[in-house]
């Protein structure tokens, strides 16, 4: 395999170290080259078969794996650490799914094509790990389409090539397009299908996204300068769809070229691969490179492998990004009988310059598979043999590229060497990703948040990876004690979204101001609430002390209450509301009667000035009620109450004291009483 260093090398004072003991001329944007730590590998898992990188992360597939059933396949994820890389996760296939037949990563967000059996599994990163977030399966395709045996993932957008996949013409290959939905969902936004299609096109066997709406589809199939010439197509688009704006090739192809096997976008670049090309030599290979410059794409000189190399498989694989540009020649032999691969890194200075050149270990097929992320290099050799026959291996070089602090070395070996801190493994070291804005440090720390919230440098007790100090100070979230402390991460006993420290200043959500919430109170029983209002019996009313609330005596029969007010009729009776006429009657409760209805009888009649009449002689008038006989409500029980009765029925007297004509209770002044009248309810 590539020489391994014991450490990581800081460009500006191992220059001279790496040229003595590395065979490879490195120049001065390399600084490492070491061996992906792949471990657990066994005969036939062709480790490398796809590989990605974003940011700290390295993501290599390995088709071959049985670990889920045969050729289910697998994807190991490894994290950046001081001085190397370490496994973070495995995600495995199904059966016969071939599993990471491509990997395309994106930030937090990474797909896994399975093109065995047709689907693909999108995985998102958050600070506690991956999730699978949906798996997408293309429904109008059919069995060995190839769906998902290319990808290309930026900003949202997925690229999907179905290289056979079948139309009017037969097996000419499509590319679907899909894109995440602000609610994190997957739907497919478009299907491309060459307009001239014919059989065999190959078209969709490679595909290459960029942040700027342009995809780059590569056709290998193509005869459009004999067969097998192959073609690469532009499309630039978006939700409101896509269309084709460019054609590369024609002028540039010859039969059997299989140009489009590979293609980068980024920007202003375009490059695809030829690896079949005989312009360098018998099938040596060739990538063709085009600049754009004022909209036009500009033709570069070819790139090809060292003279007189003969099938090499030059440019079978292609990465690009910003000025660094990789190519894959997996079948180079360099020096060997059999193939040991290559990897070749370029540097755009008014072309593309070689910057170096790193060969495989014999029958290695280094170069197979090849991805490029802010500086750093991964080249897969699936069919390496080190570890078990034909197991596979990775190799990372570390080529920086940026230099945002423009100190003169570029940013990713910085990180490597650990002169800057990229604690959120995003590729930028964090000072420089602060001061643009690019990463948040709400608390001033020169430490992202993301970084300091997870290592618990600072309090985040919600998890939501912004200090506690901050969302409460900018009203990110609520903190009702403006304690700096979430709401959502404070006591809640109740479950209503309020902290009990708020709820208790409450008078409604605690009532006897006990510093406990009422509710919870009567939930675990420390407190009663014997009528299951919700309201602590404490605090409900006891007007006659006798240490139960009124609604609960009235309920279980221990007082009366008559009037069904679910207050004891105890109370009501010291109420003047409720008795006006202060007697043992609460007023809707009192028994009622007209005054002068003295028999008995419906109405007030001659009968009943007689019957009072004759009372003078021992006559009974209306038992229990002996206020309905006081006519004239003077507090006498005479002969005048019979003489007031005639008055008013037969020569216009005064009609007698209410209550009169109809049913009322006694009034205040009453001289007797009246239990019953028979007239009235």
């Given amino acids: 395999m590539l020489s391994k260093f014991s450490r990581i090398l800081r460009i500006s004072a191992a220059v001279l170290c790496l040229l003595a003991s590395n065979p ?8 490492v080259e070491d061996e992906l730590p792949v471990f657990g590998i066994n005969p036939g898992d062709r480790v490398g078969r796809s590989v990605a990188v974003t940011g700290g992360r390295v993501f290599v597939g390995a088709i071959g794996d049985d670990g889920g059933g045969l050729t289910s396949g ?40 399975a093109a065995g059996q047709g689907y693909i599994e999108m995985w998102k990163r958050d600070r506690f790990g991956w999730s699978l977030q949906t798996t997408i399966v293309d429904f109008s395709g059919h069995d060995g389409d190839g769906f998902g045996s290319s990808l290309s993932l930026c900003k949202g957008v997925l690229a999907v090539g179905s290289p056979t996949y079948m139309t009017d013409v037969g097996d000419s290959g499509c590319v679907t397009i899909w894109r995440r939905t602000q609610m994190g969902a997957w739907v497919q936004e478009e299907r491309l299908i060459v ?41 630039s ?10 054609r590369f090739g024609s002028s540039v192809v010859n039969p059997g070229d299989r140009f489009g096997t590979s293609v980068s976008l980024r920007t202003s670049h375009a490059v695809i691969g030829s690896p079949y090309s005989n312009f360098a030599g018998p099938l040596a290979g060739k990538v063709v490179s085009y600049r754009r410059s004022a909209g036009i794409w500009i033709l570069l000189p070819f790139l090809t492998p060292p003279a007189g190399s003969v099938g090499t498989g030059y440019g079978a694989t292609l990465a690009i990004e910003d000025d660094l540009l990789v190519v894959g020649a997996p079948m180079d032999t360099g020096n060997e009988a059999v193939p040991t691969g290559s990897v070749n890194i370029y540097r755009y200075e008014n072309g593309w310059q070689l910057e170096s050149s790193h060969q495989g270990t014999p029958g290695s097929f280094l170069g197979t598979a090849v991805a490029l992320d802010k500086g750093v290099v991964i080249a897969g050799a699936p069919l390496d043999s080190a570890s078990a026959p034909l197991g596979g291996a990775v190799s990372f070089i570390v080529s920086g590229d940026d230099d945002c602090d423009s100190n003169g070395e570029f940013d990713s070996c910085e990180i490597f060497s650990g002169a800057s801190q990229d604690c959120d493994l ?8 602060i001061s643009a804005g690019l990463v948040a440090d709400c608390d001033g720390d020169l430490i992202p948040d993301s970084c300091s919230t997870i290592s618990g440098g600072v309090a985040d007790c919600d998890a939501d990876g912004v200090p506690d100090s901050c969302s409460t100070a900018l009203g990110l979230v609520s903190d009702c004690d403006e304690n700096q402390v979430p709401d959502v991460c404070q006591e809640d006993c109740n479950q209503n979204g309020e902290p009990d420290v708020c709820d208790v200043l409450n008078l409604d959500a605690d009532c006897d101001q006990n510093g406990s919430v009422d509710e919870c109170e009567i939930a675990v029983g420390s407190i009663s609430d014997c009528d299951g209002n919700g309201l602590p019996d404490v605090c409900e009313p006891d007007c006659d002390d006798d240490g139960l609330p009124d609604v609960c005596a009235v309920l279980s029969g221990i ?98 004291p209410a209550p009169f004509p109809d049913c009322g209770i006694a009034p205040l002044d009453a001289a007797f009483p009246c239990s019953e009248h028979p007239t009235c309810p």
């Fill in 426 to 433: 995003d590729g930028i070291p964090d000072q420089c990703a």
């Fill in 559 to 656: 007082v009366e209450d008559c009037n069904g007010n679910l207050n004891p009729d105890e109370c009501d009776l010291d109420n003047l509301e409720l008795n006006v006429n202060g007697n043992e009657y609460v007023d809707e409760c009192e028994p009622t009667f007209v005054r002068g209805d003295a028999d008995g009888e419906q109405g007030v009649r001659l009968a009943d000035a007689i019957l009072l009449l004759s009372r003078v002689f021992g006559e009974d008038s209306i038992p229990n009620c002996d206020e309905a006989a006081d006519v004239n409500a003077d507090g006498f029980l005479d002969i005048t109450d019979g003489i007031y009765l005639l008055l008013y029925e037969f020569a216009n007297g005064a009609a007698p």
């Fill in 74 to 113: 697998s994807v190991r994820s490894f994290k950046r650490t001081a001085s190397s890389y370490q496994l973070e996760h495995v995600f495995n296939g199904q059966t016969g799914a071939e599993y990471g037949s491509a990997i395309a990563a994106d930030e937090n967000w990474l797909a896994i094509g």
């Fill in 24 to 31: 490879f001329a490195m120049v001065s944007g390399q600084c």
């Fill in 237 to 246: 688009g978006g939700p409101d769809g896509w269309a084709e704006s460019q």
């Fill in 195 to 235: 307009s001239d299609r014919v059989e065999g096109d190959d078209f969709g066997t490679a595909v290459s996204i960029d942040p700027f709406g342009q995809l780059l589809v590569g056709a290998p199939g193509r005869d459009v300068n004999g067969i097998d010439s192959g073609i690469a197509l532009l499309y």
